[in-house]
């Protein structure tokens, strides 16, 4: 009764509060009741919680119900998560690195990692895919004791990734998914050793036995086999790599190669082919009949194919499988394909839609489980924080039961429903007000949760769906009004929170400011022009960023909700635990993107980023720096102007490698704000302003060195601290020559981090810096609405007059409170910065020493938290 009275509650909020349900209220990490996330949506997770460690993809149940486990990878918390299911439940963590000796298997070899695949072996033995080491380890579950340890490097594999699994215990094997080599594993753990191997797809990524145990059926949700382009050699970065990313996807180019120039003379770059291939986006079905000799019966498409509609992949994340049906989900078209278990063929495809959102796309499905009598499958929709039930009978989506942030998987066990929720209930703060429990950076904050509760529950979908509607804002929204301004430029930094920046700035023009003087190691001193902007023009102390590091924090900043590849990835590899190798004979190597963040073809979605909504919107736009971060790129010395090498043909998106300066760096610590600053000022000059040429309506820079690295005084920067007030002079001189430009009277700027997890903050480790700038900028405003990425995206599109692209901008809490009708033209003078801490004339485009820190190096984060 209680939480019925809790939805309509929620229900009555939703029908007088236009957005998500927060209003003003902060992000709100609550142990027990309902949570406010960052940005406004809220979770109120069914049943009890129990937290795990970072991201849990894997999660299995023992065949007598009493252990539920996850798989949990993250920056140094690597380990397995294990649920006593019992009247008095109790979690307990089995860490990695452990060491022992049992039957004769040499446990010494330090075990660094597991990754998605969970298979239990009875009630007390359990199969764990290890990921990065390409091994498949036994452990006794209540001691962590190894008895079998096999290594897919061999019979001419190499660089083996290892993921999903699944187990017969009738035929005594395990088949484990190697997602480096694109094959299928057959594991005879019996006489201890791998059997046969086959290939499935690309990337494969989720597997299901068949009930008799003849069939596997595995997701591959890649979509190219990419290649190195001839003579790479990150060695040799500067001479055999690419200056600028081969060709767009899709085009001529990117289909059947092209030559492009190397440092060291012109080469022939190969082409992607076809990306609907049957090895992409599709179901393999594989035939085990002969553990010896598996052959491939089948590769069938899921979803709809890639087209001029369709922009990227179906993304198959998710396998369950009955007698007479299969289900994959197609993680980016939020649908589920039905393929009869007799004919292999598709019978069907159920589409799961939000009411009045029908065209948008953002609900993520990703794990599945049928009930025990097959009537019900259930889905983690991992976007919308929720269990889907679908009546198999009649392939409908009958309701929504509400889960916690991020579901990713979901097992039964006679009565009762598990669910790994991979970000929990969120992080809530990493500081107090008075810094003296500042600590560790948010990548290590996270903690996923098992949620249990009863089967009796799938009873109520129906009645509990309001409420799961109601939690994340799927409401018509009333909106404010805007003022007529016609160009927007979106300036994007690196990994700051609010407090430490903003922590020091005074009260607002419309009241206080939540900020921590004492949180604020970049305040006035340092970033004077920051603060200059603040007190004339917008800020807001409520803003979140929906990422927990770069790698989706570029994909949220650029409209595109990281999918289950990018969150399953990101967290192994910022542990080091997924790491892209050239040379390799692993074709999937080549798209394990480690902490590299931009977008490649198989995270794009549906409706692609906002590059494709502005370009089929007819919205022009220019773009300075976004979109380098691709897989293996070089950030080394001396790669001015784009500060690149990039060595496989890995694309661009078409639409912003055609409209990408070439003269302005992305991600690089080896070059200085300035030099970014002086050449997106000359670019605009000699395009627009020379040539008497329409400005682009949206101008998109990555502006990073606030990112900060090791102090270097003979590249101009004697501390850390002289990293920000470089980027902070940047972000003035910007300014100051936007605000001269013509096109200044009707323009409004964006400035925001990609992420928040080098800082602390003493409301979530999530809040972030976000300033509104331009002559309908609000002065000296502080806006309170609880908002994020996907708000500011959305407050852009309607400046631009356009629809919205994706569930998340559609429903978010946009900032039109930061505008006003009565418009300030006066231009910006930026502020010079104590030369003391960052003089201009002595910071050199390249250091002469070692080179910059990759994006979140983890190793660098944790040092620079060390030192706080």
């Known amino acids: 009764m209680a939480r019925f009275l809790l939805t309509l509650g929620l229900l009555v909020a939703i029908a007088s509060a236009a957005g998500p349900p927060a209003g003003t209220r902060p992000a709100h990490r609550s142990d027990s009741g309902p949570s406010i996330l960052p940005g406004g949506r809220q979770i109120t997770p069914l049943g009890g919680q129990f937290y795990t460690g970072p991201g849990p993809f894997g999660l299995a149940v023992s065949p007598n119900g009493k252990m539920a486990v996850t798989a949990d990878g993250g920056p140094n918390r690597y380990a397995l998560s294990i649920l006593d299911n019992s009247d008095k439940p109790a979690i307990r963590h089995l860490n990695t690195s452990r060491r022992h000796n049992v039957n004769g298997v040499n446990d010494d070899d330090d075990w660094q990692s597991v990754f998605m695949g969970l298979a239990f072996d009875g009630n007390d033995i359990l199969y764990a895919s290890e990921g990065e080491s390409g091994r498949v380890r036994r452990v006794e579950v209540a001691t962590g004791k190894n ?132 090895a992409s986006n599709s179901l393999a079905v594989v035939d085990v009949s002969n553990a010896a000799a598996p052959r491939l019966a089948a590769q069938i498409p899921t979803g709809l194919p890639f087209s001029p509609r369709i922009l990227g992949g179906s993304s198959p994340s998710g396998v369950v499988a009955s007698a007479d049906a299969i289900y994959v989900s197609n993680a980016n078209q939020d649908s589920i394909t039905v393929i009869d278990a007799r004919t292999l063929r598709r019978r069907d495809d159920i589409p799961l839609r939000i009411p009045g959102y029908d065209s948008l796309r953002g609900v993520l499905p990703v794990g599945m489980t049928l009930t025990p009598d097959g009537r019900r499958l259930l889905i983690a929709e ?21 889960a916690g942030w991020f579901p990713t998987q979901i097992r039964i066990s006679g009565s009762t429903v598990f669910v790994s929720n991979g970000k929990g209930n969120g992080t809530g703060p990493n500081a107090d007000r008075d810094a003296a ?3 560790s950076f948010q990548g290590e904050l996270r903690q996923g949760t098992i949620s249990r509760f009863p089967l009796d529950y799938l009873r109520d979908a129906a009645k509990l769906t309001p409420e799961v509607m109601a939690n994340n804002g799927f409401a018509p929204a009333a909106e404010a009004p805007l003022p007529p301004i016609e160009y927007v430029v979106l300036i994007v930094k690196e990994n700051r929170t609010y407090d430490e920046v903003f922590g020091d700035l005074g009260a607002a023009s419309n009241g206080p400011r939540e900020g921590a003087p004492a949180l604020a190691r970049w305040g006035e001193k340092v970033t004077p022009n920051h603060h200059a902007m603040a007190l004339r023009w917008a800020t807001s102390d409520n803003f979140y960023a929906d990422s927990e590091v770069s790698v989706d924090g570029h994909h949220w900043l650029v409209g595109s909700y990281p999918n289950a590849w990018t969150v399953s990835s990101l967290m192994a590899a910022y542990g080091g635990q997924k790491s892209f190798r050239l040379p390799t004979t692993a074709p999937g190597r080549l798209i ?97 302003i020379k040539a008497h040429a329409p400005l682009p309506k949206l101008l998109f820079l990555h502006l990073p060195n606030d990112h900060t690295a090791r102090a270097k005084p003979s590249a101009g920067y004697p501390s850390e601290g002289s990293y920000v007030a470089d980027n902070d002079l940047a972000l003035g001189r910007i300014l100051e020559f936007l605000s001269h430009t013509e096109w200044w009277p009707k323009m409004a700027i964006f400035v925001t981090e990609d992420d928040a997890q080098s800082g602390v903050d003493h409301v ?56 006003t009708m009565q418009p300030d033209p006066a231009p ?20 002469g020493g070692k080179p910059g820190p990759k994006m979140d190096d983890p190793a660098e984060i944790r040092r620079q938290h060390q030192r706080r």
């Open 147 to 278: 008895s079998l340890l096999v290594d897919l490097d061999q019979g001419g594999y190499r660089d083996s990734y290892t993921g999903d699994l699944a187990f017969d215990p009738a035929r005594g094997l395990l088949y484990a998914l190697d997602q480096a080599n694109f094959r299928v594993a057959v594991i005879d753990v019996r006489k201890r050793a791998v059997a046969a191997s086959i290939r499935t797809g690309r990337l494969p990524f989720a597997i299901a036995l068949s009930p008799d145990g003849r069939r596997v059926y595995v997701t591959n949700l890649g979509i190219f086999e990419y290649q190195a382009i001839p003579g790479a050699d990150p060695e040799h970065g500067r001479e055999s790599g690419l200056p600028f990313p081969a060709f767009g996807f899709p085009s001529v180019d990117a289909a059947h190669g092209a030559k492009r120039s190397t440092g060291s003379g012109e080469v022939d770059v190969p082409g992607l082919g076809d990306p609907n291939t049957s």
């Open 382 to 402: 991992a976007g919308i924080n929720a269990i889907g039930v679908v009546d198999v009978a009649e392939s409908r989506l009958i309701g929504h039961l509400p």
């Open 437 to 439: 429990l500042a600590h």
């Open 592 to 688: 394990f993107a480690g902490s590299d963040s931009s977008v490649h073809p198989e995270e794009q979605l549906e409706a692609g980023a906002i590059w494709h909504h502005l370009e089929r919107n007819g919205v022009t736009f220019r773009n300075f720096g976004e979109g380098f971060e691709l897989a293996g790129v070089d950030e080394g010395e001396n790669l001015e102007p784009t500060g690149a090498r990039f060595f496989t043909n890995i694309p661009m998106p078409d639409p912003l490698y055609r409209n990408t300066s070439r003269n302005y760096p992305g991600f690089n610590m080896n070059i200085p704000d300035q030099y970014r600053a002086t050449q997106f000022i000359a670019e605009i000059e000699e395009r627009y």
């Open 764 to 819: 979530d480790s999530h809040r972030t810096v976000l300033m509104v700038a331009g002559p309908y900028a609000r002065p000296n405003y502080s806006s309170h609405v609880n908002s994020s990425f996907p708000g500011m995206l959305k407050t852009a599109f309607r400046l631009l007059h356009l629809p919205p692209l994706n569930l998340y901008d559609a429903t978010a809490a946009d900032l039109s409170d930061c505008f």
């Open 828 to 847: 910006y003078t930026a502020l010079s910065v104590d030369p003391a801490l960052f003089d201009p004339t002595k910071a050199k485009p390249t250091t």
